[in-house]
């Protein structure tokens, strides 16, 4: 198990039923990025990744 899926599971379990908007995430992810400027890269290629429906595909090399 990834570090990183304990936050996922805690993510679920707490907040699992909830619907929310591609809006709302942004703006969270927008808000993590301006508080924790260190994770900028890494949140934006995530949002990358989620906008161009999880596949591999780049359109550049990085």
């Known amino acids: ?3 990183t899926d304990r936050g996922i599971e805690e993510l679920v379990t707490r907040r ?3 619907e929310v908007s ?3 995430l942004g703006d969270q992810l ?3 990025v301006d508080e924790f400027p ?3 890269v890494p949140v934006e290629r ?3 990744w989620l906008a161009r429906g999880g596949t591999g595909d780049d359109d550049e090399d990085d």
């Open 46 to 48: 995530l949002a990358t």
């Open 30 to 32: 927008q808000a993590f």
């Open 38 to 40: 260190d994770f900028e």
């Open 16 to 18: 699992g039923e909830e």
């Open 1 to 3: 198990m990834y570090f």
């Open 22 to 24: 591609l809006a709302w």
